[in-house]
């Protein structure tokens, strides 16, 4: 598959939290560093995601903001 966004990270699912409709997914991209994707639950089963899996982040966003 092409893509057309250039943020594109590889990690390691390590938790998926269901709610009612959406499930948060907490993929380690280092070790001791995390991004968290909300996506619905949905999608976790049709991708089959699992604690373990090697996935890609993919980031395609006109606005990120960064605070400190």
């Known amino acids: 598959m092409k893509l057309s966004a250039r ?4 990690g390691k699912v390590v938790a ?3 709610g009612a409709t959406t499930a948060h997914v907490k993929i ?6 995390t991004i968290t ?4 639950n949905e999608s976790v089963e049709d ?3 699992a604690i373990g ?6 980031v395609k966003s006109s606005d990120v903001i960064i605070g400190k």
């Open 7 to 10: 943020n594109i990270i590889p």
């Open 16 to 18: 998926i939290t269901k």
């Open 28 to 33: 380690e991209i280092a070790p001791g560093e």
């Open 37 to 40: 994707s909300s996506i619905t």
């Open 47 to 49: 991708l089959a995601l």
């Open 53 to 58: 899996d090697v996935v890609s982040v993919i």
